[in-house]
């Protein structure tokens, strides 16, 4: 028996298979569908048959065995694909695949042990498997039905697709290795051993290579893409014409590089140009179209209050031990104030270490919020509003000490230009729209399936905001938005 076909029986052996893997891997955990079904569940669904004896067939050579249930090949690199992306170069390399496939085996042991101990029948667990199955439905049923469904039609997007493909073209790349020599002489001498016996590429640019970055691995270069960066190279246009010349597996003649030495190249594996597949940029796409230049300047002309910076200033501090302290300080600099003075004065004398070092400089402080080492403090924020440019308060008390303060520059609350904030709009536009969309596609749900919702049957505590009418804004952080909380992924 295959191991998938023991899948197809057990879930339950399922729901542990990549429980064990994430285990395995420690840090950067896989994203888990919503609510805390364990990742595993979504592997378990795409093998789990959905009528007894209709049971996926795995093939390839066969890893392991565990009684009559067989791991194949295929397994292996199904299980590897199921792991994040930015995760699987380790489980790529013999070593990990075959510390992943003593987890499968694991695994598996652990779940005919559950079976044994009669954890399928438990009702506790039977209704986390149950859980999990329609959470894994949720999510494929939301990624594949409403999360992309953004109200622009798909002969609309496949049209811009073929009339703008130049825009989706990816450039030919290579894998490649290659032999540096110092001297003409001696790249021609290695050229000639390399015809003689191709197969000794990686020995000589081993023994060979004047490249010290790249000898060691047997003057494997890596990815090269047409046009772009050679390590060690920068940008050499003849060693990339005779890179992208090559078929895969041949090797070059010898090239002169733009350093002035000589290299023999050797395209392992060779990408061709192609384009993106337009499911790749289909949302992309979709959202190019959803929003115009036209519905930007109408959202940027009706919401203007939106947009306005709110009134800054570029201020200095001096603080002294004591009041009479700050008032001969003040005396002394209204003979010439200037920003060079108050900053030198304050080097010299202030008793905040913090900020005398860079000569009492607070940078740029916003009306309505914190003053640096200061915090939230009205009567310090409108002393230090009340001041014009190269202007310095009065000495006033704070927590820090007896302190005067100085303006070097004040700008006031302006209207930001559509530029700015053009890419802002466009974000909350096509937010919108798709959460718009999304609402549609949840509500036709609603009436095929006769949903109610009793609202005024749920009790719970009273809304922070509640009552407090004109503090709108201030609790927008208190709670994370709902459909990221619960929203399928």
């Known amino acids: 028996m295959r191991r998938s076909e023991a899948i197809g029986r057990n879930i339950v052996a399922l729901c542990a298979v990549v429980l064990l893997v994430v285990a395995l891997l420690g840090c950067g955990e896989p994203e888990q569908p919503t609510g805390g079904a364990p990742a595993p569940a979504k592997k378990a669904a795409a093998k789990a048959p959905s009528q007894p004896g209709a049971i996926p067939q795995s093939s390839g050579e066969v890893l392991a065995r565990i009684g009559d249930v067989a791991i194949t090949t295929s397994d292996l690199e199904q299980e590897i694909a199921d792991i994040p992306v930015y995760m699987q170069t380790k489980f790529k390399t013999k070593s990990g695949k075959i510390e992943l496939l003593n987890k499968m085996v694991e695994n598996e042991l652990l779940a005919r042990a559950a079976v044994e101990a009669g954890l399928d029948r438990d009702p506790a667990v039977m209704r986390k498997i149950e859980d999990s199955r329609k959470k894994i439905l949720q999510n494929e049923y939301y990624r594949s039905h409403m999360k992309d469904k953004v109200g622009v039609p798909e002969d609309q997007i496949n049209s811009y697709y073929e009339a703008h493909k130049d825009e989706y073209k990816t450039k030919a790349r290579a894998r490649v290795r290659m032999i540096m020599l110092s001297d003409e002489a001696s790249a021609n001498k290695t050229l000639a051993d390399l015809k003689k016996d191709p197969q000794k590429f990686e020995e000589l640019a081993k023994t060979r290579s004047k490249d010290e970055a790249t000898a060691s691995s047997g003057g494997l270069l890596g990815w090269v893409t047409d046009g772009g960066y050679i390590r060690g190279l920068g940008k050499d246009s003849d060693v990339n014409d005779a890179i992208f010349a ?20 050797k395209a392992e594996t060779i990408e061709p140009a192609s384009y993106r597949p337009l499911d790749e940029v289909k949302r992309r796409i979709a959202d190019d179209l959803l929003v115009n230049d036209e519905q930007i300047q109408k959202y940027y002309d009706e919401n203007k209050d939106e947009f306005i910076s709110k009134e800054r200033v570029k201020a200095r501090i001096l603080v002294l031990e004591n009041e009479s302290e700050a008032k001969k300080a003040k005396k002394s600099l209204e003979k010439g104030l200037t920003v060079d003075n108050f900053s030198a004065y304050a080097k010299k004398s202030s008793i905040d270490k913090t900020n005398a070092k860079n000569g009492g400089y607070l940078g740029y402080i916003t009306r309505g919020r914190y003053i640096p080492g200061i915090g939230r403090d009205p009567a310090v924020e409108k002393v230090i509003f009340d001041l014009n440019e190269n202007q310095m308060s009065d000495p006033i008390k704070t927590k820090k ?57 749920v009790t719970g505590t009273e809304d922070p905001d509640e009552g407090n009418e004109g503090m709108e804004g201030e609790n927008d952080n208190a709670s994370p938005n709902i459909r990221n909380v619960f929203r399928p992924r």
Do not use: H
């Open 401 to 457: 000490g007896w302190s005067i303060f100085y303006v070097e520059k004040k700008e006031d609350a302006q209207l930001k230009p559509l530029d700015r904030v053009k890419t802002l709009i466009t974000n909350k536009l096509r937010r919108e729209m798709r959460e718009s969309a999304q609402d549609e596609s949840m509500n036709s749900l609603k009436q095929k399936y006769g949903c109610e919702i009793y609202e005024d049957k």
């Open 246 to 265: 090559l078929k895969e597996g041949q090797t070059s003649e010898v090239v002169k590089t733009k350093k002035g030495t000589f290299a023999i190249l």
